[in-house]
């Protein structure tokens, strides 16, 4: 073993030089790399090393044929890191202690090639947390002074908090120290961190004990690894030669990861049979653990349903499956593989959501390895923010360090070109991308102002026909929040397939796999899907609408067998005027979208399931004309008096309160009411609600650093309601800041638009590649076009 020089230390990591191998095995045996040491049993090679540092190892093996990696402890036998992808393009990363004694275990699991090439490499982690006992606490911060001084006192901020309060990780008796003689109080939420994040984990040890088999198509008990994720697929497509066909999308992570799927139909790796595709993704963001496993359950759902139950026997037969479980692998690889925190605190790699791009943070914070850096888990680009639809918006950062950081430009990281390059050669008609957590299903538009498609009232009952079996609430996406450059809002918008975003599960984002995947699956309690079918009904309500014509476009006719059916369309599509990092607004960039999928012709008749030619964004928005006058505009006073401070609740501390109506036809039709106060100085903080007549809040506005509140309500039912507005934050020493310039307004309802039709470009190839004939095909949704005779030119004598 040859270990070289440490190279020139950064903050965190010290990098070992790489140690190289050739592995050789003469002949190719598929099985698991990682279930064990396999000693010296033929299509094994191994490789004694010591780990030079307390850190973690990363494996590479590459080279030809199809070879799969693992990494033991020596002594015990136990998996210390593996990767089992689909060719020899391994990469494990996992955590040792100076010293530990390893087996690196290479595993021909088929192919031709008889080596494979073996690098280990080493990154030494500091120990930033000393073996403290760690406690999660709640610190009083009433005022947003208060805030900003608990900021300044350089204590381990969370992500958590409220509006009276952050959350802050102790690290130690220093830190409550610092806090105490700082003058804060604080209440404690977690007093052992690491006793309760142990006591989560032991209750999934405890459920995979005791439940051999769960009720999931697997019969899985625990959160699958992501070479868990690998390895099954190529088992699944060993088990189901006809049925499945794994595949590896056309870019790597940026890790250099491989992205896997896997494809179900009757045949299956004849990818080009015009049947329309239903995609289920998971894990674009990386701690989303339970999204992964749905779509993983899909896949084994299908293939074990295929031939024993009637529905998905004649569903899978009308349709083909995609199932991209891990979108995220460097991401979700490090979430899985972290040593347990359970803070949200930047060195909680177990909370990462977003994927391993450095080049866009600073140049100090870009040096380590994505599992070890100085930016902890907050590198990287939100894969939910890069797609090109709508990029650039609101409810997406343009700070590299934000949770929802956009990335450099749209569809910047190899991910989302991944995923986008996937679905633009193929007739993806549905598509479903799992994340965590809400007990939600989302559709597009995913900001008010984009506007509800044309096509709205269908997309909406076939979100509510799944919500009906996960008891999730289904509504578009801007009502949760504001989001632009996420799955659907480029995929939908420019594809025309149906997409929606199923939030899984009520809190938490990998809650216990009991609750989290089995229940939420299965429809057990504690899901609210129990006894409803849960999301496996779910996704075979989406398998049946992707079988059903009603949804899609069908292209008929005939064409000589072997003939290349092709559609194609080229466009150029806006992003949101791209907002900068103080929120203005810039220019809109264009964005090219090339659709180009084909269909190899059966002879005879055929059916090229499609997407609708003509673009959602271009077919129009979907509205409703108004039957009435808004309702005039309506200024309010300020009432007399000066309400105390309240960071709490809205409603039960100090407020002031002004009524107002809403009025409905005959008299009035208001789509849209807006409330708005103002006041001096930026430094100053009211905020705004809304409630209805129930007392229940129905829209706010409470943002911090402005001038003014505007609280919209949009679809508002006639009726009473309040303005709740509550002093947040006044400047201590200044005179009072009140509120002025109350007043509501009123919107009528927008009728529908509808835009210009647009054509695929179809061409009928003959197998020598020469084209037999080009044409333009309109097609709305639910409608087939019959071609005739596909293969002849209009207009040109019959072809012999
Ligand atoms: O913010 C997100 O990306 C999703 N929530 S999560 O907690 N899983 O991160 C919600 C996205 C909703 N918006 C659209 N799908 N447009
Ligand atoms: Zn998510």
Redesign the pocket.
């Given at each position: 073993m040859a270990l070289g020089v440490a190279v020139a230390a950064p903050p965190l990591a010290v990098a070992e030089a790489d140690q190289s191998e050739t592995l050789w095995a003469g002949q190719a045996v598929p099985r698991s790399c990682f279930a064990k040491p396999l000693g010296n049993a033929p299509g094994v090679d191994s490789v004694k090393t010591t780990a030079p540092v307390t850190g973690l190892v990363r494996v590479r093996l590459t080279g030809p044929g199809d070879w799969d990696v693992a990494v033991f402890d020596k002594k015990t036998g136990a998996v210390v890191a593996a990767s089992a992808g689909l060719r020899t393009n391994e990469v494990a990363d996992g955590y040792v202690t100076k010293d530990q004694e390893l087996v690196v275990q290479g595993c021909r699991y088929g192919g031709n090639a008889r080596t494979a090439q073996l690098r280990i490499g080493w990154t030494e982690v500091q120990d930033t947390q000393a073996a403290q006992r760690m406690q999660v606490v709640d610190v009083d911060t009433p005022t947003r002074a208060d805030k900003r001084r608990l900021q300044a006192l350089g204590v381990d901020l969370t992500e958590g908090g409220g509006e009276k309060s952050l959350q802050v990780l102790l690290h130690g008796p220093e830190d409550e120290r610092k806090l105490r003689e700082a003058g804060f109080t604080w209440k404690v939420r977690i007093p052992d961190l690491k006793k309760h994040v142990e006591a989560n984990a032991r209750a999934d040890q405890r459920y995979a004990q005791r439940v051999a088999r769960s009720l999931l198509p697997s019969g899985r008990t625990s959160y699958r690894h992501l070479y868990e994720y690998e390895y099954e697929i190529k088992e699944l497509a060993r088990r189901y030669p006809t049925l499945a066909r794994p595949f590896i999308l056309p870019r790597q992570s940026v890790e250099g990861r491989d992205i896997h799927g896997i494809e179900i139909a009757v045949d299956a790796r004849h990818i080009h049979d015009g049947k329309p595709v239903f995609l289920n993704m998971g894990v674009h963001?990386a701690r989303?653990w339970p999204s992964g496993e749905h779509a993983m359950e899909w896949a084994y759902e299908l293939l074990t349903g295929y031939g024993k139950d009637a529905r998905i026997t004649s569903l899978v037969r009308a349709t083909r499956n995609v199932v991209i479980p891990v979108v995220n692998p460097d991401g979700f690889t490090i979430s899985r593989e972290a040593p347990a925190k359970g803070d949200f605190s930047v060195f909680d790699y177990e909370m990462k959501?977003k994927n391993c791009q450095a080049a866009d943070s600073p140049p100090d914070m870009r040096v380590g390895v994505c599992a070890d850096n100085p930016a902890g888990r907050l590198r990287g680009v939100?894969l939910?923010?890069n797609y090109p639809g709508f990029w650039g918006g609101p409810g997406a950062s343009a700070n590299w360090r934000s949770d929802?950081f956009r990335g450099s430009a749209p569809g910047s990281e190899p991910e989302v070109r991944a995923v986008r390059e996937f679905i633009s050669q193929r007739q993806v008609t549905t598509l479903i991308t799992n994340?965590?957590?809400?007990n939600l299903i989302?559709r597009?538009p995913?900001v008010y102002d984009a506007r509800p498609p044309l096509d709205e009232p269908t997309y909406a009952a076939l979100g509510q026909r799944m919500a009906d079996h996960n008891g999730y609430t289904s509504e578009p996406?801007w009502k949760?929040y504001d989001?632009t450059g996420?799955?659907?809002?480029w995929s939908f918008w420019n594809t025309g397939g149906f997409g929606f975003?199923f939030?899984i599960g009520p809190s938490s984002f990998h809650p216990p796999f009991e609750t989290g995947v089995v229940a939420e699956y299965a429809g057990l309690p504690p899901a609210a899907g129990a006894g409803k079918g849960g999301n496996r009904a779910a996704y075979l309500e989406m398998l049946q609408a992707t079988a059903d014509p009603a949804y899609h476009a069908v292209i008929t006719g005939t064409a000589p067998e072997g003939w290349k059916l092709r559609v194609h369309k080229e466009f150029a599509t806006p992003t949101s005027p791209v907002l900068d990092s103080s929120g203005k607004a810039g220019e809109p960039i264009m964005y090219e979208d090339v659709l180009d999928s084909s269909y190899i012709a059966p002879g005879g008749e055929f059916a090229f399931h499609v997407n609708p030619s003509t673009r959602p964004y271009v077919a129009g928005r979907y509205g409703r004309d108004p039957v009435a006058p808004p309702s005039p505009p309506y200024a309010f006073e300020n009432p007399p008096g000066q309400p105390a401070e309240n960071t709490g609740d809205p409603l039960s501390g100090p407020h002031e309160e002004v009524p107002f109506t809403v009025e409905g036809p005959p008299r009035a039709d208001n789509a849209k009411v807006t409330v708005h106060i103002e006041w001096n100085s930026p430094d100053t903080d009211w905020d705004l609600y809304i409630v209805d007549a129930d007392g229940t809040i129905v829209a706010q506005s409470a943002t911090g650093g402005t001038r003014e509140e505007n609280a919209v309500l949009a679809d508002p039912a006639p009726g009473q309601y309040k303005a709740v507005i509550v002093n947040y934050d006044q400047v201590d020493g200044q005179p009072f800041d009140d509120w002025t310039g109350g007043k509501v307004t009123f919107e009528n309802p927008k009728p529908t638009t509808t835009g210009v039709k647009e054509a695929w470009t179809f061409t009928c190839e003959r197998p020598n590649g020469k084209i037999a004939s080009v044409r333009s095909v309109i097609v709305d949704r639910g409608r087939t076009v019959d071609l005739g005779d596909a293969c002849r030119q209009p207009g040109k004598r019959p072809r012999r």
């Open positions: 963001h989303e959501r939100d939910n923010r929802t994340h965590t957590y809400s989302l597009p995913g996406s949760l989001t996420s799955t659907e809002d975003t939030e």
